[in-house]
């Protein structure tokens, strides 16, 4: 069954403007984000006097990257780096520094572990698989907060958001279909980052949003 945009909001005439399913920027993050943990907890973990890791694991498009995105927002005394394959050379740690590290599988172990090892250091990462062994060798402290699953509420609100962050419908105001939402899950499963783009690619068409 194909799914349609048009279909999915059932507001009818309503006025966008911008896209509501791409990229987010800093400023736009909270307001949109729906947390899936509390970032009150988190940001209480990370000011406290006893260093820790937080990694954040899940498959790619699960929702990571914008929830380390939005704690770095919220946590004071903290510096982000985003990975690609050759800059992971670039990190540097002094004490009492939050580092916020995406997909940290593009360090090497050795280098991992050299990190681990500055017991004054805080970190949080997102990785597709955890790193426990490599925290207990280095005899870290550490939570892991796992990304997987959705349900069709927590996609409404997602959808929600968006919607009412970017167009002239307040959050209450926002009528998502049902049925819509429920062919979404099963056509992306918890692959929240493959539905926005759908949704992205089906608006635009649409709504002739760059």
């Known amino acids: 069954m194909k799914i349609a945009y048009h279909n999915?909001?059932?507001?009818?005439?309503?006025?966008?403007?911008?896209?509501?399913?791409?990229?987010?920027?800093?400023?736009?993050?909270i307001e949109?984000?729906?947390p899936k943990y509390s970032f009150e907890e988190l940001t209480e973990t990370l000011n406290q006097n006893k260093p820790i890791i937080v990694q954040f694991v899940g498959k790619k498009g699960r929702g990571k990257t914008i929830h380390l995105r939005a704690l770095y927002q919220l946590a004071s005394n903290s510096k982000i780096y985003f990975l690609d394959r050759n800059n992971h050379r670039n990190i540097t740690n002094?004490?009492?520094?939050?580092?916020?590290?995406?997909?940290?599988?593009?360090?090497?172990?050795?280098?991992?572990?050299?990190?681990?090892?500055?017991?004054?250091?805080?970190?949080?990462?997102?990785?597709?698989?955890?790193?426990?062994?490599?925290?207990?060798?280095?005899?870290?402290?550490?939570?892991?907060?796992?990304?997987?699953?959705?349900?069709?509420?927590?996609?409404?609100?997602i959808i929600k958001k968006r919607v009412s962050k970017f167009s002239y419908l307040k959050y209450e105001d926002v009528v998502v279909d049902q049925d819509i939402l429920n062919q979404l899950i099963k056509k992306f499963d918890d692959n929240i980052r493959a539905t926005l783009n759908f949704l992205y690619d089906q608006f635009k068409a649409v709504n002739h949003y760059g």
């Open 8 to 29: 999915l909001i059932l507001n009818r005439n309503v006025e966008y403007f911008h896209n509501p399913f791409g990229g987010i920027s800093d400023e736009e993050l």
């Open 94 to 157: 002094p004490d009492n520094l939050n580092i916020f590290i995406d997909s940290v599988h593009h360090i090497p172990l050795r280098k991992r572990l050299q990190l681990w090892r500055q017991t004054n250091t805080s970190y949080v990462i997102t990785t597709h698989f955890p790193r426990n062994l490599e925290f207990f060798f280095c005899k870290r402290k550490y939570k892991t907060f796992y990304f997987n699953e959705i349900t069709s509420e927590k996609l409404e609100v």
């Open 32 to 34: 949109v984000i729906d």
